[in-house]
């Protein structure tokens, strides 16, 4: 026994009824503060005051028989006074040989630092799970396999599912399907590299929405109870972030592709005069480079006849008087030329009213201008062209019924030279023609009716007897089909019908006069076609009418004479001298 007391690593005493030490080794002793002498003899409250009250309490019971093990007694002793000590004991009552009570058998172990420690880890625990459960954000441990070990409660309030159902890979079934390979892979990369956890990706919530996660998790060092490593890690719900972000982004670009793409110049101007940035299209209307133009003025490049009203336009928004304003305006090129454009200004202010800078946006108008200039010069040539043209010349617009029979139509534009040759004078411009030329044929409303309602050419010569005139005219459609105009060159034509039938009439008295007289007789052009045989020709040869015009007058003669008579024939015509000769002619007979 006296070995056992001595070697035990724990303490070890011996109480009488009284609880007096009866025995007790060095350990014991030694975890009292006390030698082993000024135990023996002493009762539990002389030694250690600061834990008779505990020891008593339970001691008597032992002494009625009871066993108690694993008793923690804490308290002041004389081994440490003012510090609370802890120790575990056993507590066993002592039998005599006739089985009386006669005292207690204790062993003691003290174990203050573990307690201690213990505490502390409780404490410590405690705290953790306090501020896991208050954070805002979604708090999880987990394993180097991805398997959680602890969620807090905002996890599971976010998700809708149990802390026990996320716990593992649970968690793993609420990732976005189109996110999971790139969070799993960005999982492995950390584990491998010891570096933080960081990845966003899309988590569903309680909702059922998809709500984008900033993921992080950091190594610890820790492990748990199978070896394995230990992260502790955040969830923080940033989904409107997310969005605003991409809505930022997304307007960027937005505002990136329509600076870069647009047909127009933009730029965007300081309020004391630099480009501060510039489009592909502003240079290319400028003829300028983008080194050229950044960091410089307007001013300098604009045509000094424009700059003032540029400044009075710019200073009024600068006090605020003036959102925005438009004008056409002039830049100078390089080489010195103008460069005509169409501006529109407008600005980006900040709260307080003030321009941040100005945002230009120039429209190329050189090829407007150009084309006015042409126009200009076309409408001179053409105005030129119709005031000194000796042909008249007009538009009209063709009036239908609607039956669609042109019943009318409005002269819309006259030439100087319509005067004369219709006898009308210009007043008659805008006016109805049945106005101006009461009675005039149908014929002529039917003709330029059928050009405006088919869009076809037409060239023909007729009378008007209201006007007492013949006119030749070529009459084409213009403008929009709808709109019924029609455009008119024509001639006044009278005197050479006038001729013509004069001539005409002489014609037929000479025919009467040649097929009266009872010889043949004929006419030749100067290259020896015969054009004209009277009614004895015919008579006496009985040919046909025109069988014998050109050169078939010269089978009529006798083969014998035709060789003759033709030699005969080109003689005269080469020396234009009579032609005279007899040959036999073939009768009808």
């Given at each position: 026994i006296e070995a056992i007391y001595a070697s035990a690593p724990v303490g070890l005493t011996v109480l009488d009824r009284d609880l007096r030490y009866v025995r007790i080794n060095e350990r014991l002793a030694e975890i009292n503060g006390m030698p082993v002498e000024q135990h023996l003899g002493k009762t539990v409250r002389q030694v250690v005051p600061g834990l008779a009250d505990q020891?008593?309490?339970?001691?008597?019971?032992?002494?009625?028989?009871?066993?108690?093990?694993?008793?923690?007694?804490?308290?002041?002793?004389?081994?440490?006074?003012?510090v609370i000590r802890t120790r575990r004991e056993n507590w066993l009552p002592v039998r005599s040989a006739n089985g009386d009570i006669t005292g207690v058998a204790i062993s003691a172990e003290e174990f203050t630092s573990q307690k201690a420690a213990e505490r502390a880890l409780l404490q410590s625990e405690a705290q953790f799970r306090t501020l896991a459960e208050a954070l805002p954000g979604m708090l999880f441990i987990t394993t180097s396999e991805g398997g959680n070990s602890y969620v807090n409660e905002t996890f599971a309030s976010f998700s809708g599912l149990t802390k026990e159902e996320l716990l593992g890979t649970g968690w793993a079934q609420l990732l976005h399907p189109d996110d999971l390979q790139r969070a799993w892979e960005a999982w492995q990369g950390a584990v491998a590299t010891g570096e933080?956890?960081?990845?966003?990706?899309?988590?569903?919530?309680r909702s059922g929405e998809y709500r984008w996660i900033a993921a992080r998790a950091l190594k610890i060092p820790k492990i748990d109870e199978e070896g394995r490593e230990l992260w502790v890690g955040?969830?923080?719900?940033?989904?409107?972030?997310?969005?605003?972000?991409?809505?930022?982004t997304g307007a960027e670009a937005r505002y990136r592709a329509v600076f870069e793409q647009a047909g127009v110049g933009v730029a965007r101007v300081s309020p004391d005069g630099p480009f501060l940035e510039i489009n592909d299209r502003f240079c290319e209307i400028l003829r300028r480079s983008r080194e050229d133009l950044l960091g410089n003025g307007w001013k300098e490049i604009t045509h000094p006849d424009d700059v003032q009203r540029d400044i009075d336009q710019v200073e009024a928004m600068l006090r605020g008087e003036s959102e925005g304003f438009s004008l056409e305006k002039r830049y100078i090129a390089p080489d010195g030329s103008d460069i005509w454009v169409n501006l529109t200004v407008?600005?980006?202010?900040?709260?307080?009213?003030?321009?941040?800078?100005?945002?230009?946006?120039?429209?190329?108008?050189?090829?407007r201008k150009e084309a006015e200039a042409a126009l200009r010069a076309s409408e001179e040539r053409y105005r030129a062209l119709f005031n000194s043209m000796e042909q008249g010349f007009c538009t009209i617009q063709?009036?239908?019924?609607?039956?669609?029979?042109?019943?009318?139509?409005?002269?819309?534009?006259l030439n100087p030279a319509f005067t004369r040759h219709t006898g009308l004078s210009q007043d008659v411009l805008n006016r109805s023609v049945k106005q101006a030329v009461p009675g005039l044929e149908q014929?002529?409303?039917?003709?330029?009716?059928?050009?405006a309602a088919t869009g076809e050419h037409e060239r023909f010569v007729d009378h008007a007897e209201p006007l007492g005139r013949w006119f030749e005219v070529y009459a084409f459609p213009i403008g929009a089909r709808e709109e019924h105009n029609v455009a008119i060159l024509f001639s006044d034509v009278t005197d050479r019908i006038e001729q013509e039938e004069v001539l005409r009439r002489s014609e037929q008295e000479m025919r009467l006069r040649l097929n009266a007289i009872p010889q043949m007789v004929w006419s030749t052009l100067p290259d020896g076609y015969h054009d004209f045989y009277n009614d004895r020709w015919y008579e006496f040869t009985g040919t046909p009418p025109g069988s014998t015009d050109g050169e078939g007058w010269n089978g009529m003669f006798h083969p014998e004479d035709q060789g003759r008579a033709w030699e005969r024939w080109r003689k005269s015509l080469a020396a234009g001298e009579p032609y005279e000769i007899e040959y036999r002619l073939r009768h009808h007979d």
């Open positions: 020891l008593e309490t339970g001691l008597r019971k032992v002494l009625d028989g009871e066993e108690m093990y694993g008793m923690e007694v804490s308290g002041e002793t004389p081994a440490q006074p003012g933080p956890y960081e990845v966003e990706y899309r988590m569903r919530s955040t969830c923080l719900d940033i989904h409107d972030r997310k969005l605003a972000e991409q809505e930022i407008g600005a980006e202010r900040d709260e307080n009213g003030k321009v941040l800078f100005f945002i230009p946006v120039v429209e190329d108008l050189n090829a063709v009036t239908f019924d609607a039956d669609q029979k042109p019943v009318d139509y409005r002269f819309t534009e014929a002529w409303f039917e003709r330029y009716g059928q050009v």
